[in-house]
Nanobody, 122 residues
Framework: QVQLVESGGGLVQAGGSLRLSCVAS????????MGWFRQAPGKEREFVAA???????NYADSVKGRFTISRDNAKNTVYLQTNSLKPEETAVYYC????????????????WGQGTQVTVSS
């Protein structure tokens, strides 16, 4: 079973950018599709973006054109580049792994990281 560790979160002003990283342990990383989710306080977990083992991508409508998901299988890492961040996007951001494609629901993912906090100030 792959294990995931996110990093790259922090405090940023509205309009700023962060690059989130998720490093996977295990030797089967390339066989998983990877997703990013976020959860704000008191709100449901929300799908953000996903990337397949072959590089196909899927984005929530709310982040299209601003966020970019990518992966580097040689480094066992998936990234989420977040641009033009909005205060309402303050949340804990999680990466997750699935063997299903496409997958936009949390229950379709079988491994989750611990999350990294993104705080966007107004």
């Amino acid at each position: 079973q792959v294990q995931l560790v996110e990093s790259g979160g922090g405090l940023v002003q509205a309009g700023g950018s962060l690059r989130l990283s998720c490093v996977a342990s295990g030797r089967t990383f390339s066989s998983y599709a990877m997703g990013w989710f976020r959860q704000a306080p008191g709100k449901e977990r929300e799908f953000v973006a996903a990337i397949s083992w072959s590089g196909a991508t899927n984005y929530a409508d709310s982040v299209k054109g601003r966020f970019t998901i990518s992966r580097d299988n040689a480094k066992n890492t998936v990234y989420l580049q977040t641009n033009s961040l909005k205060p309402e996007e303050t949340a804990v951001y999680y990466c997750a792994a699935t063997r299903i494609w496409p997958a936009v629901a949390g229950y379709e993912y079988v491994v989750w990281g611990q999350g990294t906090q993104v705080t966007v100030s107004s």
